[in-house]
């Protein structure tokens, strides 16, 4: 049963076999802490764009509390979605419609903001027909420069953003307390996005011989459907496997949720400083360890040195994410900021 009463109708595609499970555990936070339907590419009564006609085949005389759309009106469905479903052209734009919908509140939900440019943000979202904006990277959980950079005035001015941070799957990411046979690992892209967590894995390359240090990176698995290998609970028990996850947020300094992960798989965290630290119970050297360029190498020597220091900030850890961070931990705040902007 959902927290609340709450009638969410959740436009989004279809993301069952997608790579990366951020959106799934974002959708099933929705799932859990209300009454929701999920309608879009993929599913299989994806038969309309119109928002009207949707609600009328959902709800029949009815209507939701809230449209929580992923999608911008008008939004071209993306090329990877239209190939793997195999859409039909007249169901390539979604929603359509959006502003003969009057009496419903209207909030449009975002992950990774830098995705748009900011002249596609101003096309998209100019005709403000969202009152609200759930976004995960909203400050404080970024910086105001970085994030208002994307926006202009006018959507600044017309929809109210509302910081949302990111969760994961509590039964994926688990301490399954396998043998730790990596010292340090890194996971993911290394591109320019993410120069840090590449510096830090040249690094380790070039120097975890010399520190007789076990080290590992996997390689990103690709933007697709249907991996087989590496994904969900073989990704989790990879992380498990290692007692320290080193890794950084990106371009941007953000909480992304590979730190929310190695908590809550048992291993150590070490990277940078992200956004909103405070807000997401994070401290440095209680829950992860924060490190810079400078010291990333004496820091993961030091705590590969001392186990009881690392068990005991991975005990914290733990804690931590099984209290802050979690689908369920989220599906909570969710309902609040939901019934705060009805």
Same mark, same amino acid.
């Given at each position: 049963?959902?927290?609340?009463?709450?009638?969410?109708?959740?436009?989004?595609?279809?993301?069952?076999?997608?790579?990366?499970?951020?959106?799934?555990?974002?959708?099933?936070?929705?799932?859990?802490?209300?009454?929701?339907?999920?309608?879009?590419?993929?599913?299989?009564?994806?038969?309309?764009?119109?928002?009207? @006609?949707?609600?009328?085949?959902? =709800?029949?005389?009815? %209507?939701?509390?809230? *449209?929580?759309?992923?999608? !911008?009106? &008008?939004?071209?469905?993306?090329?990877?979605?239209?190939?793997?479903?195999?859409?039909?052209?007249?169901?390539?734009?979604?929603?359509?419609?959006?502003?003969?919908?009057?009496?419903?509140?209207?909030?449009?939900?975002?992950?990774?903001?830098?995705?748009?440019?900011?002249?596609?943000?101003?096309?998209?979202?100019?005709?403000?027909?969202?009152?609200?904006?759930?976004?995960?990277?909203?400050?404080?959980?970024?910086?105001?420069?970085?994030?208002?950079?994307?926006?202009?005035?006018?959507?600044?001015?017309?929809?109210?953003?509302?910081?949302?941070?990111?969760?994961?799957? @509590?039964?994926?990411?688990?301490? =399954?307390?396998?043998? %730790?046979?990596?010292? *340090?690992?890194?996971?993911? !892209?290394? &591109?320019?996005?993410?120069?840090?967590?590449?510096?830090?894995?040249?690094?380790?390359?070039?120097?975890?011989?010399?520190?007789?240090?076990?080290?590992?990176?996997?390689?990103?698995?690709?933007?697709?459907?249907?991996?087989?290998?590496?994904?969900?609970?073989?990704?989790?028990?990879?992380?498990?496997?290692?007692?320290?996850?080193?890794?950084?947020?990106?371009?941007?300094?953000?909480?992304?949720?590979?730190?929310?992960?190695?908590?809550?798989?048992?291993?150590?965290?070490?990277?940078?400083?992200?956004?909103?630290?405070?807000?997401?119970?994070?401290?440095?050297?209680?829950?992860?360890?924060?490190?810079?360029?400078?010291?990333?190498?004496?820091?993961?020597?030091?705590?590969?040195?001392?186990?009881?220091?690392?068990?005991?900030?991975?005990?914290?850890?733990?804690?931590?994410?099984?209290?802050?961070?979690?689908?369920?931990?989220?599906?909570?705040?969710?309902?609040?900021?939901?019934?705060?902007?009805?």
């Amino acid at each position: 049963m959902p927290y609340s009463n709450l009638k969410v109708l959740l436009l989004n595609v279809n993301r069952e076999g997608w790579h990366s499970g951020n959106m799934i555990y974002d959708m099933e936070c929705v799932k859990r802490a209300c009454e929701t339907v999920i309608y879009g590419p993929g599913f299989s009564k994806y038969k309309t764009t119109d928002l009207s @006609e949707i609600i009328k085949q959902v =709800y029949g005389n009815d %209507k939701p509390d809230v *449209v929580y759309s992923y999608f !911008t009106p &008008n939004e071209k469905v993306g090329d990877v979605y239209i190939k793997h479903y195999k859409i039909p052209e007249k169901l390539h734009r979604f929603p359509t419609g959006f502003e003969k919908v009057e009496s419903v509140k209207k909030v449009f939900a975002i992950s990774d903001f830098w995705a748009r440019k900011p002249q596609q943000f101003s096309r998209d979202l100019g005709s403000l027909d969202f009152s609200h904006m759930f976004s995960c990277f909203t400050p404080p959980y970024s910086s105001e420069k970085d994030f208002n950079s994307f926006f202009n005035e006018k959507i600044r001015g017309g929809i109210e953003f509302v910081a949302h941070p990111r969760c994961v799957e @509590e039964t994926c990411f688990k301490d =399954y307390e396998l043998e %730790k046979e990596f010292d *340090v690992i890194t996971l993911g !892209t290394m &591109n320019n996005f993410y120069s840090f967590r590449r510096h830090m894995h040249k690094s380790l390359s070039k120097s975890h011989k010399e520190m007789g240090i076990k080290y590992k990176n996997y390689p990103h698995c690709g933007v697709n459907f249907k991996h087989n290998t590496f994904v969900r609970d073989e990704y989790a028990k990879a992380i498990n496997k290692s007692k320290i996850l080193v890794s950084c947020g990106g371009r941007y300094h953000l909480a992304f949720n590979k730190i929310f992960e190695a908590m809550g798989c048992g291993t150590l965290y070490v990277g940078e400083k992200p956004y909103g630290e405070k807000e997401l119970n994070l401290k440095d050297g209680f829950n992860y360890v924060a490190v810079n360029s400078n010291n990333f190498l004496e820091k993961i020597q030091y705590y590969l040195n001392n186990d009881e220091e690392r068990k005991r900030i991975v005990f914290n850890a733990k804690k931590t994410f099984k209290e802050n961070h979690t689908i369920d931990a989220r599906a909570k705040e969710f309902v609040k900021r939901l019934e705060n902007i009805l």
